[in-house]
């Protein structure tokens, strides 16, 4: 996996992951020095499949600091 930017931290399992089972992706976004309201991140998946990358994407909400 790698992230698409250096405010996302992005973990991968450290087994592979056989046919028809199932793993689990860890994204963590900072927010410190972002700017405010709504961000779009990203998550590259890379793997041996027919498919070999997939974009994972998530929506976060940066809100002033009170």
Known sequence: VAAGCG???AE???????P????RI???????????????KSVTVMANTKKNSYYLT?????EAKK
Request: aromatic share 6%; charged share 25%.
């Open 58 to 62: 998530f929506a976060v909400e940066v």
């Open 26 to 40: 860890k994204a963590k976004y900072d927010s410190n020095n972002q700017s405010i309201g709504m961000q779009q």
């Open 7 to 9: 405010c996302t931290l």
């Open 12 to 18: 991968k399992p450290e087994e592979p992951i056989a």
């Open 20 to 23: 028809g089972q199932e793993g």
